[in-house]
C-alpha cells in the first residue's frame, strides 16, 4: 500500500510540476507579448511628443511653425498616457521592490521616469523651468525596449528544454502477444514491453534492443557526430533517431524515469541555479542601486547649492545619473552566460547538476578517474596472442582457443570467442570444472586451460611474452594440443583509446591525472605506466574511496572524481567536482556534478575547456555592465560641464541600452567561441 500511495502521490507530483511549468512558460511569453505591445504603443505616442516638445522645436527652428495655442497641454496629456501606460511595468516593478524591501533597477527607473514626468507636469501647469515630456518617453520606450530584448534572450537560450522534449515521437508500435503490432501512445508503454522502430523512426522510449540491427543517430543527446551501431542486448534511448534497419526494443524506462526526462530536469535545474558568479552579480547590483540613489542625491544637492545653475539644470543631472547608474545590464549579465552554456553542454552531451560545481572545473589542479569502464572498456578483449611452437602461428592459437571457448558461458571464453569469425568444427566438448574446457578439433584433444591447469600438471614453460602478461597482472589462458603446450591467450581489460588522448591534453593543462581502483596493484601499476599517469592508487575498497579523494584534496588541489559504478558514489559527492560517465548508474549521477551521456574521457576535457570560456564571458560582462556604470557616473552628475561634455536623460538611456545590447550579444557570442 505504502509503494502504492508513494507511485500515486509522485505521478501527482509530476503532473502537478509539469502543469506549474507549463504556466510558468505561458506567462512568460505573456510578458514578453505585454512589452512588446506596450514598446509600439509608447513609440507612437512619442512622435507627437517630439513634434509638441519646445525644446526640440528650438534646437531645429521650426518653433513658429509647430507651436499653437494650448500645444503644451496637448502635450501634457501624450505624456500622462505613456507615463501610465508605458511606464506601468516599472511602477508595478517599483512598488513590489519596495514592500520587499529590496530596491534595484525598477526603483531606479520608477524613480527617474517619475521625476522627469511631474516636475515636467508642475512646469506646464506654470513653475518657471524646462520640460523633460521628451526625454520621458525616449527613456520609456528604450526601458521597454530593452525588457522586450532581453526577455526575448532569456526565453530563447531555453529553447533547449522545449527542442529535447520534442525529441520523443506521440506513438509507438507496440508488439503484442500475438506478435501483431498495435499503435499506442508512448505515454500509455511501461517497461517490459515490446516495440518496434523501423527505418528512420524516433526511438519512444529508454530500452534494449530485443532483435534486429541498425545504426542510431544520437546527436541531439549526445553530440556524437557519427550514428551509432546497434544490436540484441545494446542499450537505446529514447528520442534518437533509428537508422537503416528495424529493430525491436524491449522498454526499460518512461516518463520521468527516461533518459531525457533526466537530461531536461538537469538543465531545468542548472538554469535555476544560481552560481557563485551570479551572487557576485546580484551584491554588484544592490551597491549600484544604493549609489544610484546616493548619487542622485549628491548630484542634486551639489548642483543646487555650489552652482549658479537653475532647479531644471540639477533635476536633469539628478534624473540622468539615475538612468546611467541604473544596474539593468549587470542583472542581465550573469543569467545569459549561464543559460548559453548549459544549453551548449547539453547539445554536447554535458549534463550539468551542480553550476557552482561545474564553475569550479576551470580551476581543477587533480583529476581522479575510476579505472574500470572509465578508463578502459570495462569487458575482457584479446592483448596479445603467444605461440609456442613454430609450425602453429597467433592467428591459428587464437582459432583453436576461440572454437573451444564459442561452447562456453564462462566471460573470458565469451571474449576470446568474440574475437574470431571462422571456427574449426568441435566433437566432444566439455568443460573443465574451474580449470577451463576442451574437445575433439580433427580427432586431436584441444585444451584451453588456466594457470592453475598447469600447475597441477607439471606443465612448464619459457617465454618472456607470458612473465610479462603476468607481471602486469594480465589474465593468461593456454591452449594445449594432445596435452602439448602450443600458446597462450592474454587477456586484458583494454584501455579505451580515448582515455590516452584525453590524459595527455589533460596533463598539457597542468593538470595531474591519477586512477582509483580496487583492482589488484599489478594490474593498476600496468594501467598507469600504459596510459602515462602522474599517480594511482590500488586495491581499494569502495567504503575507502572518498577517504583517498580527501587525502588528494589536503595536499591543497582542487580535485574532480571521474566514475560510472555505484561504488564511485561517495568520492563522486567528496570531490570538488564529481562527474559521472557514460551516464552510470543511477546513484552516481545522484552523486554527480556532472553527466556525461558519453563514455569517453575526453568530454572531461569539454567540460573544462566550456567551464573556462563561460566564466570568461561571465567576467566580460560583469565588466562590461558594472564598469560601463563606474565610468559613466561621473559624467552623468556633470563632472566634464565645463569641458563642454554633458549627457541628457535620453543619451544616457540610449548609452544604457548599449551596455545591455553588448551584454546580450557576448553571451550568445559562447556558442561560436573554439
Not at 520587499?100 to 522627469?116: D, E, N, R, Y
Not at 542548472?270 to 544592490?286: H, M, W
Not at 603446450?485 to 586484458?492: P, S, Y
Not at 559527492?573 to 560517465?581: F, L, M
Request: net charge neutral; charged share 20%; with cysteine.
Amino acid at each position: 500500500m505504502g509503494v502504492i500511495k508513494h507511485t500515486i502521490n509522485h505521478s501527482h507530483n509530476e503532473m502537478s510540476a509539469k502543469h506549474a511549468d507549463h504556466d510558468h512558460r505561458h506567462h512568460h511569453r505573456q510578458m514578453i507579448e505585454d512589452f512588446r505591445r506596450r514598446f509600439w504603443v509608447s513609440l507612437l505616442l512619442t512622435l507627437p511628443i517630439l513634434i509638441l516638445s519646445p525644446m526640440l522645436q528650438t534646437l531645429l527652428g521650426v518653433e513658429q511653425l509647430l507651436s499653437f495655442y494650448g500645444d503644451r497641454y496637448l502635450l501634457l496629456i501624450f505624456s500622462t498616457v505613456i507615463y501610465l501606460y508605458g511606464g506601468a511595468p516599472f511602477l508595478k516593478g517599483f512598488w513590489h521592490e519596495i514592500n520587499a524591501k529590496t530596491p534595484g533597477m525598477m526603483t531606479l527607473i520608477a524613480v527617474a521616469i517619475s521625476t522627469a514626468y511631474f516636475y515636467s507636469a508642475v512646469v506646464t501647469l506654470g513653475l518657471p523651468g524646462k520640460i523633460f515630456f521628451w526625454e520621458l518617453a525616449t527613456l520609456i520606450d528604450l526601458m521597454l525596449f530593452g525588457h522586450w530584448i532581453e526577455m526575448k534572450s532569456v526565453v530563447g537560450a531555453s529553447r533547449a528544454l522545449e527542442q529535447l522534449a520534442a525529441l520523443l515521437p506521440d506513438t509507438a508500435h507496440k508488439i503484442m502477444h500475438d506478435r501483431s503490432q498495435v499503435e499506442v501512445k508512448v505515454a500509455d508503454l511501461k517497461p517490459g514491453d515490446r516495440i518496434m522502430v523501423k527505418p528512420g523512426e524516433k526511438i519512444p522510449s529508454d530500452g534494449i534492443v530485443f532483435s534486429g540491427e541498425s545504426s542510431v543517430n544520437q546527436a541531439m543527446l549526445t553530440g556524437e557526430s557519427k550514428p551509432v551501431p546497434k544490436r540484441a542486448k545494446d542499450s537505446v534511448i529514447g528520442g534518437t533517431i533509428n537508422g537503416e534497419g528495424a529493430l525491436s526494443i524491449q522498454v526499460q524506462k518512461t516518463g520521468k524515469d527516461s533518459f531525457l526526462s533526466q537530461v531536461i530536469s538537469l538543465v531545468e535545474q542548472a538554469q535555476e541555479n544560481k552560481s557563485k558568479t551570479q551572487n557576485l552579480a546580484n551584491r554588484a547590483a544592490v551597491w549600484l542601486t544604493v549609489i544610484a540613489l546616493s548619487g542622485g542625491a549628491i548630484t542634486f544637492f551639489a548642483w543646487s547649492v555650489f552652482s549658479s545653475q537653475d532647479i531644471a539644470f540639477s533635476l536633469e543631472r539628478t534624473v540622468t545619473v539615475m538612468v546611467i547608474t541604473c544596474p539593468h545590464a549587470l542583472g542581465l549579465a550573469i543569467p545569459l552566460v549561464v543559460a548559453v552554456s548549459t544549453a551548449l553542454a547539453a547539445r554536447n552531451g554535458l549534463m550539468i547538476s551542480n553550476r557552482t560545481a561545474f564553475e569550479m572545473a576551470r580551476d581543477l589542479q587533480a583529476i581522479v578517474f575510476d579505472k574500470t569502464g572509465t578508463l578502459t572498456k570495462g569487458e575482457f578483449g584479446i592483448a596479445d596472442v603467444i605461440s609456442l611452437d613454430d609450425h602453429l602461428d597467433k592467428t591459428t592459437i587464437l582459432k583453436l582457443a576461440a572454437s573451444i571457448e564459442k561452447n562456453s558461458e564462462h566471460p573470458i571464453a565469451k571474449s576470446i570467442a568474440q574475437t574470431s569469425n571462422a571456427f574449426f568444427q568441435v566433437e566432444s566438448f566439455k568443460a573443465i570444472p574451474g580449470k577451463g574446457a576442451e574437445g575433439h578439433i580433427d580427432q586431436n584433444l584441444v585444451q584451453v586451460v588456466s594457470p592453475g591447469y598447469l600447475q597441477d600438471k607439471g606443465i612448464g614453460f619459457q617465454s618472456s611474452g607470458i612473465e610479462q602478461a603476468f607481471e602486469s597482472g594480465k589474465t593468461v589462458v593456454f591452449v594445449l594440443v594432445d596435452g602439448v603446450l602450443k600458446g597462450a591467450v592474454v587477456l586484458a581489460d583494454l584501455i579505451r583509446e580515448e582515455s590516452l588522448q584525453s590524459i595527455k591534453q589533460l596533463q598539457q593543462m597542468g593538470i595531474q591525472c591519477m586512477m582509483l581502483t580496487g583492482d589488484n596493484r599489478q594490474v593498476a601499476k600496468a594501467v598507469a605506466l600504459e596510459i602515462g599517469l602522474d599517480d594511482y592508487f590500488a586495491e581499494v575498497l569502495p567504503q575507502e574511496k572518498a577517504q583517498k579523494i580527501k587525502e588528494i584534496q589536503s595536499r591543497g588541489l582542487t580535485v574532480a572524481m571521474v566514475g560510472d559504478g555505484v561504488n564511485d558514489a561517495p568520492a563522486l559527492a567528496q570531490a570538488d567536482v564529481g562527474v559521472a560517465i557514460g551516464a552510470g548508474t543511477e546513484v552516481a549521477i545522484e552523486s554527480a556534478d556532472i553527466i556525461l551521456v558519453r563514455n569517453d574521457p575526453r568530454d572531461v576535457l569539454s567540460i573544462i575547456r566550456l567551464a573556462r570560456k563561460t566564466y570568461a564571458k561571465m567576467i566580460q560582462n560583469l565588466w562590461w555592465a558594472a564598469g560601463y556604470n563606474i565610468l559613466a557616473i561621473p559624467l552623468a552628475a556633470g563632472v566634464l560641464y565645463s569641458a563642454g561634455i554633458l549627457l541628457s536623460p535620453a543619451i544616457g538611456a540610449i548609452l544604457m541600452s548599449m551596455s545591455t545590447v553588448v551584454v546580450a550579444v557576448n553571451a550568445q557570442l559562447l556558442k561560436y567561441d573554439e
